[in-house]
């Protein structure tokens, strides 16, 4: 019975909220689905692989919502897709690489993915996360490992105009991470419009 | 009528809006935009407080960050009570309780106040002269009077009901003041379109602007270029302009930290946070923190209703409050005639004292004088009347040798004095740029920098008005990159002063108490007294003497107390030298700093997928690094002791289920992976099959313990890792490292899968059965599947590496499912168990079944200096690898050599008594103290199995004494023990193989 | 908090990083061969100048790099960053009375 449910029963740490603003603040947070990821490590990784290209530069991020490619190193991508590719994707991207030593690891149930969008999710962030999220410092497109407050997070900036970010941190840490981007989130609204008067 | 010193016009305050605090109780009455501070004067109330060590009274003496004796307790509501804050700068509000400080029974008689009699007694060094003997004294009777009058204020009792937060932010050029030159530059700065902060510590920004009425700015009204100035700064999207923001610590690489001060003025904060941390790195800092008035040192200068001159001119021209009728301005510069031409403009009767001569003066004599104002040139302040307001000023005429002629007493209740400027050089010192000083200016000014800074207006010595402008505006422009200037015309500014450090007397200056430091009660007299002790170093008067500690930092007292010291040793200031500067620049709570991690937010609490479900079924947890595990599972009227009890006999008799999902995975990956596995362990793993596990020992290079756990082969390129729970971080760290800086030759690849695969531990005899229902595609007989394999297939459908290893001593299985399912498989497994008795367990339980069987755990019978030999794992060792990392450390001869603390188990005579862990262990109790320690006990627990207390230590040559009796400490005395081998339960481990 | 500049990131703060200790002391290809002093050098002995020092740093919660730095240990001024088997530029510069600011890099 359980066999049947693999792919669609997975528990979430999270559970699978609606999107919420909670401080009614512009800042938009939502756990993200039951999702697909992979640690992908290789060397002279070449142009792509399965599709993916693993040419772009350190810390950027391709691909749209449903497939994504962050590079987090020279020689490290996190990938993300939907689950319904989880099963033939490692093996298109092994085939793709061939004799070059690589590394697939599925890590879906390790990372937990958090998006924060709205006007202010940057204020939001910058309550933990130490970097510079302006434009210019972390434009659409950037993706990094980095710090939010205690914990380690992925962070990646979706393509595209909006303010869209998806917060990628270990299973363990989702509450903790959750928690304080909610609290990020009532201490950034209110005051932020006081800051601009 | 209310508000009796309240001007009927000027000021900045809203006369529509009245609020209403109360101050010891009392009703207050003042307007919004008022101070403490102001609204006190503003009811004619001057005495404040009591002084912090002879119990004085003190008024306020200051409009700003700079007040050292208004301190007062602020209550605004439950646990929101803080002590001494500032009455200036604390912004009145309705509702907000303010209470003096340091009084019994009252702020009007206070018992405290025979200090002041007893002063003599407490000189410079005083704690250290007294409290010296005799020796038993201290306990009962130095500490707890030390206690007693220790601190100003009273902590809160309960916790902070406050939220704080926190902001990282990032712009091309900070600029710290918005006075007119921080103005000036952050108007530069925001035109290139540079992303700018501005941060200002006042509720308006504007800085001297805001009580300079009379000046002028291009031609037109100061307040009017104020306005414009703030509307476009406010326009601009690239501008962040924080008002009520102290930038208190300057750090590395223009890492800059600022306290917002956000909901404190507002009757009531809603949801949002207290205050706010900002940890800003800039690009460019413009420092235009402005600069602080020096008081005069004559006898008696403390006294309530004594303020500085240009405070005076703050509270009359800014809040419209007359801080009395007749007001003496006592000065030694140009400064005051401005505050004393404001003040005789308000309808003040005014005298101005000047210790220069007519000559000194420049043109601000002449212009008192037209106002009508009566000037004494070339007269000194010999002291103060009057004891909880002043009552009066004794002047006397000086000639240039310092004789003082006839004294003369000026009746007043209100005292401006100014002993000239000190530029705010604090957060230039903190980000450890070089002062140099300046001896026009008789200050110490921003010399060599350290960091992309630079400082503008009074922090730097310019104290005119349009050289503020145009020195802020070319900072802020030359910060953002651009070489753009602009000049303005101003009225002029009325500077200079004759540099005074104490006010010349005719009085017996061993009676005399001119005050240096007022918030730490330091007077002239105690700084001679620490130079004359042999205190010559300024670091070390300022410890002495306290002089320039605490909130203060120097900001009112720096200048007199190296001018004094500087005489007493016959240098020049330079030659005296200045003290550090240290963050913070004012107070900040520690709510601030803190920032939204308390609680649960004050670390990450890492719980496993079967948390929840070790919740609903009565689990008591332990903190095992930042991870939450369940600990024991009592039923209900069980203790520890019986829960533990319990579940040690299911295991060993039936079976029992485990969460282990909180080791630490590592698969590691690559051509060269079982070459990489051999040189970071001290086992062989090149022949290690595929499908295989073996216990793998880590050693650091100094050839000590790291770490331990099974590592099983998935493929031959593949192995999974297992680390101990707090170990994970370090080991992937340890090994990240060799392979990037050591061998970065070798091709493999390490990725963390601790949480990914959650750990289920089946331990028992009858394990397997229980699971045998739910597997699929594996054969679990144990001749396919025997001790240390590993297999892969499904559990209830889910895919799962079945490990068949034990840390109990039983058959075993750690199942390995992908972590979102690892509560349905353990709750299927629980089901299937039902019939076979199966007995959840905790990390309690784990312990006491492996220490009956001997197994190590890592920080328990290791600390970072014992070698796999210590613990009797040389057999690990692959003697063939010609190295591996620590390896040759274990050749080394303190390694080698005999005495060396070795693991062994022990067994007390009174099989009852379940000795302490880390009690220490002897040979002979009865050798004289201090005894010789052989080691100590590593683990101790009660055996339900073995029906006996059963402990492991490390004891020097231990293996050698096995059979011998040994002592163990007790908190009631020595225990008897025998040496014995450190495997208790099954000796020949035949049940693990079943 | 300081900033430091990961070759292959860019400037990031000094949380994500952790401090390796003195760099470019590589471990012996044949430790065996080496008498106990010699290891005990290896393993023990370090500099610790007032003044220009390399250090090796990792990246760790960002790109996971280690690299190398050369920091004046006075100032806390990075006067190079550079990536494991790379040679620093400013070998020359290693003046253990450095009193370069970054103020003057500025300039």
């Given at each position: 019975m359980l066999e049947a449910l693999y792919r669609t029963a997975r528990a979430l740490?999270?559970?699978?909220a609606p999107a919420s603003d909670p401080a009614r603040s512009g800042i938009v947070i939502q756990p993200a689905g039951a999702e697909a990821r992979f640690a992908l490590r290789v060397r002279?990784?070449?142009?792509?692989a399965a599709g993916l290209p693993?040419?772009?530069?350190?810390?950027s991020v391709r691909g749209n919502d449903r497939r994504w490619i962050a590079r987090l190193g020279p020689d490290e991508w996190l990938i993300g897709s939907d689950e319904s590719e989880a099963d033939h994707l490692p093996s298109a991207i092994a085939a793709d690489l061939g004799e070059r030593a690589h590394s697939i690891v599925d890590v879906s149930h390790r990372n937990v993915g958090i998006d924060v969008s709205g006007p202010l999710a940057a204020v939001a962030l910058n309550a933990g996360c130490?970097?510079?999220?302006?434009d210019a410092a972390f434009p659409p497109g950037s993706a990094t490992r980095t710090l939010l407050g205690k914990a380690e997070i992925v962070l990646i900036r979706h393509p595209g105009g909006a303010p869209r970010y998806r917060v990628e941190c270990w299973r363990s840490f989702a509450t903790y991470v959750h928690a304080l981007l909610a609290e990020a989130a009532i201490g950034a609204g209110s005051t932020e419009q006081a800051v601009r008067r | 009528m209310a508000q009796p010193f309240r001007l009927s016009r000027g000021g900045r305050?809203?006369?529509t809006r009245p609020v209403r605090f109360t101050f010891n109780g009392r009703t207050v009455e003042g307007f919004h935009g008022d101070s403490v501070a102001s609204a006190l004067l503003a009811n004619g109330?001057?005495?404040?407080g009591r002084s912090f060590k002879y119990h004085r009274p003190r008024g306020i003496?200051?409009?700003?960050?700079?007040?050292?004796?208004?301190l007062l307790s602020v209550d605004?509501?439950?646990?929101r009570i803080d002590p001494n804050n500032r009455a200036s700068v604390v912004e009145a509000r309705d509702g907000l309780k303010t209470l003096s400080q340091n009084h019994w029974p009252s702020l009007e008689h206070d018992?405290?106040?025979?200090n002041d009699l007893l002063?003599?007694?407490?000189?410079?060094?005083f704690y250290y002269k007294t409290f010296?003997?005799?020796?038993?004294?201290?306990?009962?009777v130095y500490e707890p009077f030390i206690r007693a009058a220790a601190g100003l204020g009273k902590a809160p009792a309960v916790a902070d009901p406050d939220r704080y937060a926190n902001r990282h932010a990032h712009c091309d050029v900070l600029v710290v003041g918005a006075g007119p030159a921080g103005l000036s530059a952050a108007l530069a700065a925001a035109r290139t379109g540079k992303r700018v902060i501005l941060a200002d510590e006042?509720?308006?920004?504007g800085g001297a602007l805001l009580h300079d009425v009379t000046a002028e700015i291009d031609g037109r009204p100061a307040a009017e270029w104020l306005s414009a100035t703030l509307a476009e700064l406010d326009s601009r999207e690239n501008v962040i302009l924080l008002p009520?923001?102290?930038?208190f610590g300057y750090y590395n690489h223009n890492h800059v930290a600022l306290a917002e001060r956000v909901t404190?003025?507002?009757p009531s904060p809603g949801t949002a946070p207290r205050e706010r941390l900002w940890q800003v790195r800039a690009g460019e800092v413009v420092l235009a923190g402005g600069s602080h008035e020096r008081p005069l040192v004559f006898a008696?200068?403390?006294?309530?209703?004594?303020?500085?001159a240009e405070s005076v001119r703050v509270f009359v021209?800014?809040?419209?409050?007359?801080?009395?009728r007749r007001i003496v301005f006592a000065t030694s510069g140009a400064s005051a005639y401005a505050a004393a031409l404001d003040a005789k403009a308000a309808g003040l009767a005014v005298t101005l004292v000047d210790l220069r001569t007519e000559s000194e003066c420049g043109p601000e004599l002449a212009r008192l004088k037209a106002a009508g104002v009566e000037v004494l040139t070339g007269h000194t302040v010999i002291g103060a009347k009057g004891t909880?307001?002043?009552?009066g000023l004794i002047v006397a005429p000086v000639d240039r040798a310092g004789r003082c002629g006839a004294h003369r007493v000026l009746e007043c209740d209100c005292v401006g004095m100014s002993g000239g400027w000190t530029p705010a050089v604090h957060l230039f010192s903190q980000s450890r740029g070089k002062l140099a000083y300046d001896e026009r200016l008789d200050a110490f000014l921003p010399g060599t920098?350290?960091?992309a800074e630079r400082s503008a207006g009074a922090s730097k010595g310019t104290y005119d008005l349009a050289a503020c402008l145009q020195e802020g505006f070319a900072a802020g422009a030359a910060a953002a990159g651009s070489d753009e200037r602009k000049s303005f015309t101003a009225s002029p500014t009325l500077t200079g002063f004759k540099p005074v450090r104490a006010m010349p007397t005719d009085a017996d200056p061993t009676k005399v108490r001119a005050f240096v430091d007022f918030q730490n009660d330091v007077t002239a007299k105690d700084i001679k007294l620490a130079v004359r002790e042999g205190f010559h170093s300024i670091e070390h008067v300022k410890r002495y003497t306290?002089?320039?500690?605490?909130?203060?930092?120097?900001?009112?007292s720096n200048m007199n107390a190296l001018g004094i010291v500087a005489g007493q040793l016959d240098k020049t200031l330079p030659g005296v030298g200045t003290t550090t500067f240290r963050p913070p620049y004012t107070p900040v709570t520690f709510g601030t700093l803190v920032?939204?991690?308390?609680?649960?937010?004050?670390?990450p609490i890492r719980t496993t997928p079967i948390h929840e479900w070790a919740e609903e079924h009565g689990a008591l947890f332990e903190n095992v690094a930042l991870w939450r595990r369940a600990w024991y599972f009592p039923k209900s009227g069980e203790d520890l002791h019986a829960a533990v009890a319990r579940e040690c006999e299911a295991v060993r008799k039936g079976v029992g289920i485990f969460d282990a999902s909180t080791l630490g995975k590592i698969e590691v990956v690559g051509p060269d992976a079982a070459e990489f596995m051999n040189r970071i362990y001290v086992n062989p793993w090149l022949?290690?099959?595929?499908?295989r596990c073996r216990y793998g020992l880590m050693l650091k290079e100094d050839g000590y313990i790291l770490d331990d756990g099974v590592v099983a082969r998935i493929a031959p390129d593949c192995f999974h890792v297992t680390t101990t729970t707090g170990g994970a971080p370090r080991v992937l760290a340890h090994m990240e490292d060799y392979l990037q800086t050591?061998?970065?030759?070798?091709k493999v690849f390490l990725t963390s899968t601790t949480e990914q695969w959650a750990v289920i531990a089946l331990q028992g005899p009858k394990a397997r059965a229980v699971i045998a229902p739910l597997v699929?595609?594996?054969?679990?007989?144990p001749e396919a599947f025997p001790h240390m394999a590993m297999r892969q297939g499904t559990i209830c459908g889910v895919p799962t590496r079945l490990f068949r290893v034990s840390f109990t001593g039983e058959l075993g299985f750690e199942i390995n499912v992908p972590s979102d399912h690892a509560r349905a498989v353990w709750e299927a497994i629980w089901e299937a168990g039902q019939q076979h008795g199966i007995t959840p367990y905790g990390t309690e339980t784990m312990h006491v079944l492996r220490a009956e069987k001997g197994y190590i755990i890592i920080g328990q019978?290791?600390?970072?200096?014992?070698?796999p030999d210590d613990v009797?794992?040389?057999?690990?060792?692959?003697?063939?690898?010609?190295?591996?990392?620590g390896k040759r450390s274990l050749a080394r001869p303190d390694v080698v050599a005999t005495g060396r603390k070795q693991l062994v188990g022990l067994v007390t005579d009174d099989p009852k008594l379940v000795l302490d862990e880390g009690a220490q262990i002897v040979?002979?109790?009865?050798?004289?103290?201090?005894m010789r320690m052989l080691g100590h006990v590593t683990s101790s627990y009660w055996s339900p199995n073995c029906g006996r207390s059963i402990a492991m230590a490390l004891v020097a040559d231990g293996r050698a004494l096995q059979g011998g009796p040994l002592h163990v400490t007790t908190p009631e005395g020595f225990a008897r023990v025998t040496v014995v081998?450190?495997?208790?339960?099954d000796p020949k481990g035949e049940r693990i193989h079943a | 908090m300081l900033l430091i500049?990961?070759?292959?990131?860019?400037n990031r703060p000094e949380t994500e990083f952790r401090c390796g200790g003195q760099a470019h002391i590589a471990r012996p290809t044949?430790?065996?061969?080496?008498?106990d002093e010699q290891w005990a050098q290896h393993l023990f002995v370090r500099s610790n100048p007032r003044g220009v020092h390399a250090e090796r740093w990792n990246h760790v919660h960002g790109c996971g790099r280690w690299f190398n730095a050369r920091r004046?240990?006075?100032?806390?001024?990075?006067i190079e960053t550079y990536k494991m088997g790379e040679t620093p530029?400013?070998?020359?510069?290693?003046?253990?009375?450095s009193t370069s600011t970054q103020a003057e890099a500025r300039a």
């Amino acid at each position: 019975m359980l066999e049947a449910l693999y792919r669609t029963a997975r528990a979430l740490p999270l559970g699978r909220a609606p999107a919420s603003d909670p401080a009614r603040s512009g800042i938009v947070i939502q756990p993200a689905g039951a999702e697909a990821r992979f640690a992908l490590r290789v060397r002279d990784a070449g142009a792509s692989a399965a599709g993916l290209p693993l040419d772009g530069p350190i810390n950027s991020v391709r691909g749209n919502d449903r497939r994504w490619i962050a590079r987090l190193g020279p020689d490290e991508w996190l990938i993300g897709s939907d689950e319904s590719e989880a099963d033939h994707l490692p093996s298109a991207i092994a085939a793709d690489l061939g004799e070059r030593a690589h590394s697939i690891v599925d890590v879906s149930h390790r990372n937990v993915g958090i998006d924060v969008s709205g006007p202010l999710a940057a204020v939001a962030l910058n309550a933990g996360c130490p970097l510079d999220l302006g434009d210019a410092a972390f434009p659409p497109g950037s993706a990094t490992r980095t710090l939010l407050g205690k914990a380690e997070i992925v962070l990646i900036r979706h393509p595209g105009g909006a303010p869209r970010y998806r917060v990628e941190c270990w299973r363990s840490f989702a509450t903790y991470v959750h928690a304080l981007l909610a609290e990020a989130a009532i201490g950034a609204g209110s005051t932020e419009q006081a800051v601009r008067r | 009528m209310a508000q009796p010193f309240r001007l009927s016009r000027g000021g900045r305050i809203d006369r529509t809006r009245p609020v209403r605090f109360t101050f010891n109780g009392r009703t207050v009455e003042g307007f919004h935009g008022d101070s403490v501070a102001s609204a006190l004067l503003a009811n004619g109330i001057h005495l404040v407080g009591r002084s912090f060590k002879y119990h004085r009274p003190r008024g306020i003496l200051s409009h700003g960050p700079d007040e050292p004796s208004a301190l007062l307790s602020v209550d605004r509501g439950p646990g929101r009570i803080d002590p001494n804050n500032r009455a200036s700068v604390v912004e009145a509000r309705d509702g907000l309780k303010t209470l003096s400080q340091n009084h019994w029974p009252s702020l009007e008689h206070d018992i405290g106040a025979v200090n002041d009699l007893l002063s003599p007694v407490f000189v410079a060094g005083f704690y250290y002269k007294t409290f010296m003997w005799p020796r038993k004294f201290w306990d009962k009777v130095y500490e707890p009077f030390i206690r007693a009058a220790a601190g100003l204020g009273k902590a809160p009792a309960v916790a902070d009901p406050d939220r704080y937060a926190n902001r990282h932010a990032h712009c091309d050029v900070l600029v710290v003041g918005a006075g007119p030159a921080g103005l000036s530059a952050a108007l530069a700065a925001a035109r290139t379109g540079k992303r700018v902060i501005l941060a200002d510590e006042g509720p308006e920004p504007g800085g001297a602007l805001l009580h300079d009425v009379t000046a002028e700015i291009d031609g037109r009204p100061a307040a009017e270029w104020l306005s414009a100035t703030l509307a476009e700064l406010d326009s601009r999207e690239n501008v962040i302009l924080l008002p009520r923001t102290t930038a208190f610590g300057y750090y590395n690489h223009n890492h800059v930290a600022l306290a917002e001060r956000v909901t404190d003025h507002l009757p009531s904060p809603g949801t949002a946070p207290r205050e706010r941390l900002w940890q800003v790195r800039a690009g460019e800092v413009v420092l235009a923190g402005g600069s602080h008035e020096r008081p005069l040192v004559f006898a008696d200068n403390d006294r309530p209703g004594i303020l500085l001159a240009e405070s005076v001119r703050v509270f009359v021209n800014r809040y419209g409050v007359a801080p009395g009728r007749r007001i003496v301005f006592a000065t030694s510069g140009a400064s005051a005639y401005a505050a004393a031409l404001d003040a005789k403009a308000a309808g003040l009767a005014v005298t101005l004292v000047d210790l220069r001569t007519e000559s000194e003066c420049g043109p601000e004599l002449a212009r008192l004088k037209a106002a009508g104002v009566e000037v004494l040139t070339g007269h000194t302040v010999i002291g103060a009347k009057g004891t909880k307001r002043v009552t009066g000023l004794i002047v006397a005429p000086v000639d240039r040798a310092g004789r003082c002629g006839a004294h003369r007493v000026l009746e007043c209740d209100c005292v401006g004095m100014s002993g000239g400027w000190t530029p705010a050089v604090h957060l230039f010192s903190q980000s450890r740029g070089k002062l140099a000083y300046d001896e026009r200016l008789d200050a110490f000014l921003p010399g060599t920098s350290a960091q992309a800074e630079r400082s503008a207006g009074a922090s730097k010595g310019t104290y005119d008005l349009a050289a503020c402008l145009q020195e802020g505006f070319a900072a802020g422009a030359a910060a953002a990159g651009s070489d753009e200037r602009k000049s303005f015309t101003a009225s002029p500014t009325l500077t200079g002063f004759k540099p005074v450090r104490a006010m010349p007397t005719d009085a017996d200056p061993t009676k005399v108490r001119a005050f240096v430091d007022f918030q730490n009660d330091v007077t002239a007299k105690d700084i001679k007294l620490a130079v004359r002790e042999g205190f010559h170093s300024i670091e070390h008067v300022k410890r002495y003497t306290t002089t320039g500690m605490a909130t203060d930092q120097g900001k009112t007292s720096n200048m007199n107390a190296l001018g004094i010291v500087a005489g007493q040793l016959d240098k020049t200031l330079p030659g005296v030298g200045t003290t550090t500067f240290r963050p913070p620049y004012t107070p900040v709570t520690f709510g601030t700093l803190v920032g939204p991690a308390r609680h649960a937010l004050f670390d990450p609490i890492r719980t496993t997928p079967i948390h929840e479900w070790a919740e609903e079924h009565g689990a008591l947890f332990e903190n095992v690094a930042l991870w939450r595990r369940a600990w024991y599972f009592p039923k209900s009227g069980e203790d520890l002791h019986a829960a533990v009890a319990r579940e040690c006999e299911a295991v060993r008799k039936g079976v029992g289920i485990f969460d282990a999902s909180t080791l630490g995975k590592i698969e590691v990956v690559g051509p060269d992976a079982a070459e990489f596995m051999n040189r970071i362990y001290v086992n062989p793993w090149l022949k290690l099959e595929v499908g295989r596990c073996r216990y793998g020992l880590m050693l650091k290079e100094d050839g000590y313990i790291l770490d331990d756990g099974v590592v099983a082969r998935i493929a031959p390129d593949c192995f999974h890792v297992t680390t101990t729970t707090g170990g994970a971080p370090r080991v992937l760290a340890h090994m990240e490292d060799y392979l990037q800086t050591e061998w970065p030759d070798l091709k493999v690849f390490l990725t963390s899968t601790t949480e990914q695969w959650a750990v289920i531990a089946l331990q028992g005899p009858k394990a397997r059965a229980v699971i045998a229902p739910l597997v699929d595609g594996i054969d679990l007989s144990p001749e396919a599947f025997p001790h240390m394999a590993m297999r892969q297939g499904t559990i209830c459908g889910v895919p799962t590496r079945l490990f068949r290893v034990s840390f109990t001593g039983e058959l075993g299985f750690e199942i390995n499912v992908p972590s979102d399912h690892a509560r349905a498989v353990w709750e299927a497994i629980w089901e299937a168990g039902q019939q076979h008795g199966i007995t959840p367990y905790g990390t309690e339980t784990m312990h006491v079944l492996r220490a009956e069987k001997g197994y190590i755990i890592i920080g328990q019978e290791t600390d970072g200096t014992v070698t796999p030999d210590d613990v009797g794992l040389a057999g690990m060792i692959a003697k063939a690898k010609k190295d591996f990392v620590g390896k040759r450390s274990l050749a080394r001869p303190d390694v080698v050599a005999t005495g060396r603390k070795q693991l062994v188990g022990l067994v007390t005579d009174d099989p009852k008594l379940v000795l302490d862990e880390g009690a220490q262990i002897v040979d002979d109790p009865a050798q004289p103290i201090p005894m010789r320690m052989l080691g100590h006990v590593t683990s101790s627990y009660w055996s339900p199995n073995c029906g006996r207390s059963i402990a492991m230590a490390l004891v020097a040559d231990g293996r050698a004494l096995q059979g011998g009796p040994l002592h163990v400490t007790t908190p009631e005395g020595f225990a008897r023990v025998t040496v014995v081998d450190p495997v208790f339960f099954d000796p020949k481990g035949e049940r693990i193989h079943a | 908090m300081l900033l430091i500049a990961c070759p292959y990131c860019g400037n990031r703060p000094e949380t994500e990083f952790r401090c390796g200790g003195q760099a470019h002391i590589a471990r012996p290809t044949d430790p065996g061969a080496l008498s106990d002093e010699q290891w005990a050098q290896h393993l023990f002995v370090r500099s610790n100048p007032r003044g220009v020092h390399a250090e090796r740093w990792n990246h760790v919660h960002g790109c996971g790099r280690w690299f190398n730095a050369r920091r004046d240990t006075v100032s806390d001024r990075f006067i190079e960053t550079y990536k494991m088997g790379e040679t620093p530029k400013s070998q020359d510069s290693n003046s253990t009375l450095s009193t370069s600011t970054q103020a003057e890099a500025r300039a």
